[in-house]
């Protein structure tokens, strides 16, 4: 019997309502958005359950996205199924590290409105973000690295679908030299700001004194993390790698390569949508994957608790 991975989505993924049942039939889900309202001094509640705008604006999607995801963990978490392993995309890394058990709900909740806040600022004109479809990776960054001007490779999400940061005008130009290196697309993305590139080093700066005054615990549950792919047991390494990662590429299909050879062979995606899906599916089509993004969905996690304990007791 396989190992079990906890997954959480990046920004991007939120839609209105999100999270609106699970609130709706929980009392722990309740206490969850109340909890991120009072922490993060943003109603968000009005972001996830009413028609607004504001949800897609960084410093807002952020907080709404992870309370959702919080508040869908712990149902998942109240179901009996324990992983072996989590990880997160980006904003999702945070989700992992609250399963993790190494940070209380509260104080992730003060530190992603701080994080959303300082990316928003950090580079508020003239960066771009671009999606490059059916290159390798070594071929994108040997662009990237032969353009002049700031332009990286923002996520490595899977097999044939990368993103690359940066300014614009270098974006645009990488994006070209793409094309007719073979990719099948690059297309822009409409985002407000050069993610993880290193025009965002100032967030890591402002991230780096919020996190001074942040109390770890001991890691329960190992994550993997966007910055070195690599599985973080050790909580003296969670606060280098939180700041790093705003202006570090997201390694994820590295990341789902490691949950594999580690044993890994189901995947529970917890969170609006069914992108992390995709991306493992992308990476190996033999991977199981539940996704948990409605209450009924929980219900799914039911045959896979019976599964494990049916292997138990052979």
């Known amino acids: 019997m396989g190992r079990i991975a906890f997954v959480f989505p990046g920004q991007g993924v939120q839609t209105p309502m999100m999270g609106k049942d699970f609130y709706n039939n929980s009392g722990d889900a309740r206490y969850i958005f109340k909890l991120a309202c009072e922490a993060s001094k943003v109603d968000v509640e009005r972001l996830c359950f009413t028609q607004n705008d504001d949800i897609n604006i960084t410093e807002y999607t952020q907080i709404a996205l992870l309370t959702t995801e919080i508040a869908m963990l712990n149902e998942v978490m109240k179901k009996g199924i ?69 332009v ?59 996190l001074k005054e942040k109390t770890l615990g001991n890691i329960m549950i190992p994550y993997v993390s966007n910055t070195t792919a690599k599985l973080v047991t050790d909580k ?34 917890i969170g609006p949508g069914k992108t992390i899906a995709g991306f493992i599916r992308k990476t190996d089509r033999d991977l199981k994957v539940i996704n948990i993004e409605k209450y009924e969905d929980l219900e799914k996690l039911d045959e896979l608790k019976q599964s494990r304990r049916e292997y138990v007791e052979l």
């Open 82 to 150: 324990k992983p072996d392993m989590c990880a997160g995309l980006s904003l999702g890394e945070y989700a992992a590290l609250a399963a993790s058990g190494a940070m209380e709900f509260k104080d992730i909740f003060e530190l992603i409105r701080i994080r959303g806040k300082c990316m928003q600022e950090a580079y508020p004109t003239g960066g771009a973000m671009m999606a490059v479809l059916g290159l390798e990776s070594e071929v994108v960054e040997k662009i990237c690295d032969e353009t002049e001007g700031i």
């Open 152 to 210: 990286s490779i923002a996520n490595d999400n899977c097999p044939g679908q990368l993103v690359i940061s940066g300014e614009e005008g270098p974006v645009l130009a990488a994006g070209e030299k793409l094309i007719e290196a073979g990719a099948k697309r690059c297309i822009r993305l409409n985002v407000s700001g050069p993610f993880h590139s290193k025009l965002l080093s100032p967030a890591g700066d402002i991230l780096s004194e919020a």
């Open 236 to 269: 003296s390494m969670i606060k280098d790698l939180l700041i790093k990662q705003v202006s570090s590429t997201v390694r994820f299909r590295e990341s789902i390569l490691l949950m594999c050879q580690m044993g890994v062979d189901t995947f529970v995606e």
